[in-house]
Nanobody, 123 residues
Framework: QLQLVESGGGLVQPGGSLRLSCAAS????????IGWFRQAPGKEREGVSC???????YYADSVKGRFTIFRDNAKNTVSLQMNSLKPEDTAVYYC?????????????????WGQGTQVTVSS
């Protein structure tokens, strides 16, 4: 059973940066498509970014140019570097994994989910 654990959330001022990490135990993430999603209070879950096993990436328009997704296969993690953060980026961020398929941020495509980490952007 693949278990995902997110870390790196917190409180940051507008314009600041955070790096979220998604770690797994027992399974090699390099062979999985990994997606990052977020959900703000009162809003639907939103796909933010994903990375395929061959390194292909996707970014939602709302984060393009500010967020970067990347793998560290030695650490068996996938991270989301978030720069130039805005108050509207405030949400619980989740990582998710699926063994097969292409990089697409559709929540129903993912089989495994982490518990989420809170990101708050506020002055």
């Amino acid at each position: 059973q693949l278990q995902l654990v997110e870390s790196g959330g917190g409180l940051v001022q507008p314009g600041g940066s955070l790096r979220l990490s998604c770690a797994a135990s027992g399974v090699t993430l390099a062979y999985h498509v990994i997606g990052w999603f977020r959900q703000a209070p009162g809003k639907e879950r939103e796909g933010v970014s994903c990375i395929s096993s061959d390194g292909g990436t996707y970014y939602a328009d709302s984060v393009k140019g500010r967020f970067t997704i990347f793998r560290d296969n030695a650490k068996n993690t996938v991270s989301l570097q978030m720069n130039s953060l805005k108050p509207e980026d405030t949400a619980v961020y989740y990582c998710a994994a699926v063994a097969l398929g292409r990089c697409i941020v559709v929540a129903d495509r993912y089989d495994y989910w982490g518990q989420g980490t809170q990101v708050t952007v506020s002055s």
